[in-house]
């Protein structure tokens, strides 16, 4: 399972499970703190840079919708 930045086009998160994930649990399981955010919002990933959950998407709906996953 890839979430997906959709405003960059960045892979959050890379998860291999065998059960379905929400994607609050796929960027918690590669250690993402969901519990703080900023004063509009936005989230910080592995990196250092903000993003909005409402941007994240799984990868395969991603591709559907005919993006290019870097």
Do not use: P, Q
């Amino acid at each position: 399972m890839k979430i997906i930045n959709t405003a960059n086009g960045k892979i959050l998160s890379e998860v291999i499970t065998n059960h379905r994930m929400s994607i609050e649990e796929a960027l918690e399981a590669v250690g993402i703190d969901l519990s703080t955010c900023d004063d509009e919002g936005a989230y910080c990933d592995n990196d250092g840079e903000l993003f909005w959950l409402e941007d994240c998407e799984e990868a395969d709906t991603w591709e559907t919708i005919g993006y290019e996953i870097r």
